[in-house]
């Protein structure tokens, strides 16, 4: 696939440099421009973005953060059942737990809620970090959602991190997930709370929590650009995709079918 002259490989991270240092220098300044493309492509053009990763992975398929990045690109495409192949892979070579959400995720996208929920009481979850221990939580709950167990995925939400004043990266998507689940629940004024709280903390643009808020309060938005201008078009109300085998089951075969299109927590 053809790289952009404005790519070089240096902007890569130092630590994936490093391991792209183990092959032969033209061989390693390859694959770095192919990561960068991965990186660059995978918010916008997620097709794309994986199609450069399968070059980097045919490249050099025994760097760990090759086979990373081929996991994130898969599962920005919903192939779960490839994206769990690459992650465990890649966690086999690092022995880290970083991506242990993101798997247990891909399970529920392969419609695996309930190894999800093994993974969530697993030894590694106490290893992650913070931001790893909110993205399993997120994770958890869509898995009960997945198995109908509303009230639980409410519960499992219920947390410092969701009660706190503080604005953190994770902090919109949980409050969004919260809201949306309280809405399902038919607990609209609370909902609409939280989808407002989820506006306050979402700088970026990470969720759709305005246009939820927006539809709650009964505001339609027109297509300006529209050749037909006669009919309002509706706020979209699209969920927010997360971020993330069970816990004796990361060593198995690799070879399960992709599941439907997972739902969002």
Same mark, same amino acid.
């Given at each position: 696939?053809?790289?952009?002259?404005?790519?070089?490989?240096?902007?890569?991270? *130092?630590?994936?440099?490093?391991?792209?240092?183990?092959?032969?220098?033209?061989?390693?300044?390859?694959?770095?421009?192919?990561?960068?493309?991965?990186?660059?492509?995978?918010?916008?053009?997620?097709?794309? /973005?994986?199609?450069?990763?399968?070059?980097?992975?045919?490249?050099?398929?025994?760097?760990?953060?090759?086979?990373?990045?081929?996991?994130?690109?898969?599962?920005?495409?919903?192939?779960?059942?490839?994206?769990?192949?690459?992650?465990?892979?890649?966690?086999?070579?690092?022995?880290?737990?970083?991506?242990?959400?993101?798997?247990?995720?891909?399970? *529920?996208?392969?419609?695996?809620?309930?190894?999800?929920?093994?993974?969530?009481?697993?030894?590694?979850?106490?290893?992650?970090?913070?931001?790893?221990?909110?993205?399993?939580?997120?994770?958890?709950?869509? /898995?009960?959602?997945?198995?109908?167990?509303?009230?639980?995925?409410?519960?499992?939400?219920?947390?410092?991190?969701? /009660?706190?004043?503080?604005?953190?990266?994770?902090?919109?998507?949980?409050?969004?997930?919260?809201?949306?689940?309280?809405?399902?629940?038919?607990?609209?004024?609370?909902?609409?709370?939280?989808?407002?709280?989820?506006?306050?903390?979402?700088?970026?643009?990470?969720?759709?929590?305005?246009?939820?808020?927006?539809?709650?309060?009964?505001?339609?938005?027109?297509?300006?650009?529209?050749?037909?201008?006669?009919?309002?078009?509706?706020?979209?109300?699209?969920?927010?995709?997360?971020?993330?085998?069970?816990?004796?089951?990361?060593?198995?075969?690799?070879?399960?079918?992709?599941?439907?299109?997972?739902?969002?927590?």
């Amino acid at each position: 696939m053809p790289i952009p002259e404005d790519v070089t490989g240096e902007e890569i991270d *130092r630590d994936v440099r490093q391991e792209l240092q183990s092959l032969p220098k033209t061989l390693a300044e390859d694959v770095a421009k192919n990561l960068v493309m991965v990186a660059r492509l995978i918010d916008e053009d997620p097709e794309g /973005a994986y199609g450069y990763a399968k070059v980097a992975l045919r490249l050099a398929s025994r760097v760990a953060a090759v086979r990373e990045a081929t996991g994130f690109a898969a599962y920005a495409t919903q192939k779960y059942s490839e994206a769990l192949a690459e992650f465990r892979a890649a966690r086999r070579m690092t022995g880290g737990v970083e991506l242990w959400p993101l798997m247990a995720d891909c399970e *529920r996208g392969l419609g695996r809620p309930e190894k999800a929920l093994d993974m969530a009481g697993a030894p590694e979850v106490q290893k992650l970090d913070k931001a790893g221990q909110v993205e399993m939580r997120l994770v958890t709950a869509g /898995a009960r959602r997945d198995l109908g167990q509303l009230e639980a995925a409410i519960v499992t939400l219920q947390s410092p991190e969701l /009660a706190s004043n503080s604005i953190q990266p994770w902090t919109a998507r949980l409050r969004y997930a919260y809201a949306d689940a309280l809405l399902e629940a038919g607990r609209e004024d609370e909902a609409r709370e939280w989808f407002a709280k989820a506006v306050e903390s979402d700088k970026d643009g990470s969720t759709d929590a305005s246009d939820r808020l927006a539809e709650m309060d009964g505001v339609e938005f027109v297509d300006a650009l529209g050749e037909d201008e006669d009919g309002p078009v509706g706020a979209h109300d699209d969920d927010v995709s997360d971020d993330d085998g069970d816990k004796g089951d990361h060593d198995e075969d690799d070879d399960d079918e992709d599941g439907g299109e997972r739902r969002g927590v």
